[in-house]
């Protein structure tokens, strides 16, 4: 099983991105996926999840820190998930982690980061 997240860039404060979760060999409908971030210097962050849209109604979940700006989505033709980040600040520079759950569809204890597999980071920059 890999993962690849995709997407990362440079961004202006205040701006929008858009970073991607793809896995090798299946999609990504069947699963709960979720979203984690590492700072600087930081310990890691949970972001989001998205649940199974196959086994459950798909339930999206935020982290309190970025409720409102950032908007986890499946795109159904390609399998993937995304991650739309808009009105980003300096504090949401991090490498970001997209990890999947292979037999839970749900995102129960997501923050926990109780996933099965992990992508490697893309990294995302807000900065002037």
């Known amino acids: 099983v890999q993962l690849q997240a995709s997407g990362g860039g440079l961004v202006r404060p205040g701006g929008s991105l858009t970073i991607s979760c793809e896995a090798s060999g299946f999609t990504l409908d069947d699963h709960a996926v979720g979203w984690f971030r590492q700072g600087p210097g930081k310990a890691r962050e949970a972001v989001s999840c998205i649940a199974s849209s196959v086994r459950t109604a798909g339930a999206k979940h935020y982290d309190l820190s970025v409720a409102g700006r950032f908007s986890v989505s499946r795109d159904e033709v390609k399998g993937t998930v995304s991650l739309r980040m808009t009105e980003m600040k300096p504090e949401d520079t991090a490498a970001y982690f997209c990890?999947?759950?292979?037999?839970?569809?749900?995102?129960?204890?997501?923050?926990?980061?109780?996933?099965?597999?992990w992508g490697q980071g893309t990294l995302v920059t807000v900065s002037s």
């Open positions: 990890a999947v759950r292979m037999s839970v569809a749900d995102c129960r204890d997501w923050r926990q980061g109780s996933f099965d597999y």
